[in-house]
């Protein structure tokens, strides 16, 4: 991964694995530096959208991904089905796509180009510069050096992640949780700071010693999986978290963390053992396709909605390059419902959740990460 992305500010993928997002859907995907497809609406619903053009490109998770890359175009296709603009959308399927896809919308005469994800973040930069009568926006990632076309998309997720790192420790019966990434950068790390952040404020809540495994907030180090791709890896990690007592899990990866709902559903079967899950980026349980009885909550991006509300504001001419942050307050962030795991949280820790969440959105608890958007 660039290590030259490593001393910005920026937020996080998600998961990891993060966020939602409503379920995958099939796309036609460009290949490297080809055009990107096309996708042309039936009708058009404002003035002058018929001639709009919105483009998106992927980082190398795509666009079925479950995550980021899932729930931002879909934000882009509810712009599309809301407003008749029209839209091109290319794949990324490794790091050495991003800058021919990007050219390829740059040709294509784009009005506003969405990239997705913090590893985009050089080569979103460098095309704002050469290009500057277009518009573009980036999810995941801020960089002070941006020139007034690029609009930041990112989140605070450490607020959300810190109120599933309360409930994660409420839950456990091992007394023994765990988390890991993907990548090790910032918009992973997001996460996990306030996963830390959120168990050591339950033990200290109610005089408890769960332990989080994966993850050293103070040191900044733990166990990561180097990639997004590789599925294989998050079920061992994940295995081996399980072997170590850990009942609660999350995984904030991105598609690795299927890999991990693998190994908590081969766990258990027969009633071997309890583990649970917490899903990034989206609702897991509405977007993994598997193991959804096991996924306990997830910590959401909203991806969608202001993905939308960027196209709609340059749709009117009122495009500005100011970040939007999204937080508990603005409802850009926050921890999905129960679901099938309702009945497993007691009313009084749901009671708990409620009154952090409304002390962390009135500045009476501090959730402070590194990576959080300044």
Known sequence: MKNSLRNLNPLRRGAGISTAVLGASALVLAGCGAPPAENTPSGSAAAGASDYLGCIVSDQGGFDDRSFNQSSHEGLMKAKQDLGIKT??????????????????????????????FLLGDATKDAAKKNPDSHFAIVDYSDPEFTDNVKPIVYDTAQAAFLAGYLAAGTSKTGKVATYGG?????????????????????????????????????????FVGNFEDQGKGKTNTQNFINEGADVIMPVAGPVGLGTLDAVTEANT????????????????????????????????????????????????????????GTLENGGVALAPFHDQAKNVPAELKSDLDTIKADIISGKIKVESAASPK
Not at 88 to 111: R, Y
Not at 293 to 309: H, P
Request: hydrophobic share 35%; charged share 30%; with cysteine.
């Open 88 to 117: 091109k959308e290319a794949e990324s399927k490794a790091e050495t796509d991003f800058v021919p896809n990007l050219d390829s919308m740059i040709q294509a005469g784009c009005d506003l180009t969405l990239t997705v994800g």
């Open 183 to 223: 990548a090790e950068i910032p918009t992973v790390t997001i996460f996990m700071d306030g996963f830390a952040d959120g168990v050591k404020y339950y033990n200290e809540k109610h005089n408890k010693k769960v332990e989080l495994l994966g993850w050293d907030k103070d040191a900044q180090n733990g166990t």
């Open 270 to 325: 027969g009633g071997k053992k309890d583990v649970k899950v917490v899903w990034v980026d989206s609702d897991g349980f509405e977007t993994a396709g598997k193991a959804e009885e096991y996924i306990l909550t997830s910590v959401m991006k909203l991806m969608g909605q202001a993905v939308e509300d960027v196209v709609k504001t340059d749709l009117a001419g009122k495009f500005d390059s100011t970040p939007y942050v």
